[in-house]
């Protein structure tokens, strides 16, 4: 890939900053900071940590130069359009198992992104395989201690990996790795787990070299394979059945008892899945260590759990009249949600959980998070009898936007359903809507 001319653009500025005092502006590009480029948000940020920086910044076509005088670390006030200037690193990997290449076409673009890029790893926490790294990448994660890291490991086995993602340069995993840990980078690593190929012997095989590079791996997040009608030209795999799922539970059992042992946490962090489907407990708040793998699935519902038993708003008695909610999930949570549900009691209000299967990706696909707008108008006027409102998983919706994956609008779908529409991510705020539904929809 051709490189990208590097471009640092202001976003924003903050009220009363160093920033503003010097004349800086929102849309403006920094071009050097003490007379070096800057090519992402961490060497920008090494740059403004000293106590003088000189700033060439062009203003449409006009540059100008800012001086700041400043203590050491001091922000300047500024915020910046994207962490990195030039450009998102691509995956050059063809795993088997990538849920990109399983998705529809005429979806959002950014859904299409196979980000590998280890300062978006650092920066934002994203997971990358380090197989598109050099030399000089490695040598500046350790020159400027960029820790943790997050890596999808999926097997030490090299020979097995390079099969796994379909690319010779994923071999050499486990020297990798040793050589970051050997220079003090803590590591968060995946696994995502595929039947008949890192499962078994192979996944216990890679959890004991893990746990061999020492307290530098700070844990290992286990998630199962998704698998979507779309995989047309794909390798058939099949999918995490509840013998494997109780399996790959029991080979984790003595890592997770060593760990705590050692002091060092659970290490193993199963996805919910697999407790799910092997028809076991999910495991008690203590198991996930603060859920610093949430992002992966792993302890979402315990969690939410413990945020629907800690919620301290107040208790209705009842409404006065009634009151007749629907409130959709995905097929894998949907027996937890009824059973939390179940607890609320307020006279007049109805409220029925529904699974929404997923037929936009396929039946196998069953978590709320890749529920789409489509579906859910499919199953809600599926639904018998009519309905007060709707109550969707946040998880559904783009980050920071009232967009769902098949880029239908919030109020557009509100529009579709014919029945108030309302959001919730977390136990918090799906309690305080069951409990105050917005009085407006009564108008």
């Known amino acids: 890939m051709e490189k990208q001319e590097t471009k640092a653009v202001i976003a924003a500025i903050e009220e009363g900053s160093k920033a503003q005092r010097q004349g800086l502006h929102v849309g403006d590009t920094i071009v050097s900071v003490n007379g070096q480029k800057v090519e992402d948000l961490i060497d920008l940020n090494f740059a403004l940590a ?14 100008k130069e800012c001086y700041f005088q400043k203590r050491f670390g001091e922000d300047i006030g500024i915020t910046m359009e994207s962490a990195v200037f030039d450009h998102i690193r691509q995956c050059h ?22 980000d590998d890029d280890y300062r978006m790893s650092f920066l934002t926490g994203s997971f990358i395989t380090l197989s598109n790294m050099t030399e000089d990448d490695l040598r500046r994660i ?5 820790s943790p890291l997050h890596v999808s490991v999926h097997t030490t086995n090299g020979e097995l990996r390079k099969k796994m993602m379909r690319q010779e340069k994923t071999g050499d995993i486990l020297e990798r790795l040793r050589r970051l840990t050997d220079n003090d980078i803590d590591l968060y690593c995946q696994i995502v787990l595929v039947p008949g190929y890192n499962d078994g012997d192979e996944f216990t095989k890679t959890l004991t070299d893990l746990s061999g590079l020492g307290s530098n791996i700070l844990g290992v997040a286990v998630v199962p394979l998704g698998t ?58 203590e198991y996930y260590d603060g859920y610093g793998q949430i992002e992966d699935g792993v302890g979402m519902l315990r969690f939410f759990e413990q945020e629907w038993h800690g919620w301290k708003g107040e208790v209705r008695k009842s409404y006065d009249k009634p009151l007749k909610l629907a409130l959709f999930t995905g097929t894998l949570a949907y027996d937890f949600l009824k059973e939390l549900i179940a607890e609320v009691s307020v006279e007049n209000l ?33 639904l018998d009898g009519t309905y007060d409102g709707l109550i969707v998983p946040g998880t559904a919706l783009r980050k920071g936007e009232d967009i769902f994956l098949d880029d239908i609008t919030l109020k557009e779908f509100s529009a579709s359903v014919g029945v108030p529409v309302e959001v919730s991510e977390f136990a918090p705020q799906l309690k305080e809507l069951l409990y105050h539904w917005p009085a407006q929809y009564d108008e």
């Open 50 to 63: 000293d106590e003088e920086v000189r700033l060439v910044v062009k203003e449409g076509d006009t540059l």
């Open 93 to 114: 990997n063809n795993c088997i198992f990538c849920f990109i290449a399983q998705m529809p076409k005429g979806m959002r673009p950014s859904l299409y992104v196979k």
């Open 142 to 146: 350790v020159q400027f201690h960029l």
């Open 228 to 285: 979507t009608k779309f995989r047309m030209d794909c390798e058939e795999l099949q999918p995490v059945t509840p013998e494997i799922a109780a399996d790959i539970i029991k080979r984790s059992r003595p890592f997770i008892d060593q760990g705590r042992k050692d002091g060092r946490g659970s290490f193993v962090y199963l996805a919910d899945e697999f407790f799910l489907k092997a028809s076991v407990p999910v495991p008690d708040n």
């Open 350 to 382: 109805i409220v029925h959980v529904i699974a929404v299967e997923n037929h936009y990706f396929g039946t196998q696909i069953n978590v709320a998070g890749l529920l789409t707008a489509q579906d859910m108008e499919r199953a809600f006027k599926e």
